[in-house]
């Protein structure tokens, strides 16, 4: 069965960096777009980056300049570098893995920045 297994996160401080990572197994990895999305508290989910099978990356514009998506398709793996974080990063980020109508979640990982 597909799972994706997230590593990373914690608590920093204001300013600090975090990676967060996600390994796939399951699935021809290098055939999904993978994505970052979080969801801090009352707040819904949303789209943080995504990382096409090409290469291409999307951004929110709140994290443009400061994060940066990649993935090692050897290593079946999506990384989340995340630089000068700020308080209102704090959130439970989730990987996914979308291709054509699958899709598939990591189980979530808290990232707190403190002020």
């Known amino acids: 069965q597909v799972q994706l297994v997230q590593s990373g996160g914690g608590l920093v401080q204001t300013g600090g960096s975090l990676t967060l990572s996600c390994a796939a197994s399951g699935l021809t990895f290098s055939d999904y777009a993978m994505g970052w999305l979080r969801q801090a508290p009352g707040k819904e989910r949303e789209f943080v980056a995504r990382?096409?099978?090409?290469?291409?990356?999307y951004y929110l514009d709140s994290v443009k300049g400061r994060f940066t998506i990649s993935r090692d398709d050897a290593k079946n793996t999506v990384y989340l570098t995340m630089n000068s974080l700020k308080p209102e990063d704090t959130a439970v980020y989730y990987c996914?893995?979308?291709?054509?109508?699958?899709?598939?979640w990591g189980q979530g990982t808290q990232v707190t920045v403190s002020s």
């Open positions: 990382i096409r099978s090409g290469g291409s990356t």
């Open positions: 996914n893995a979308q291709a054509a109508l699958r899709s598939y």
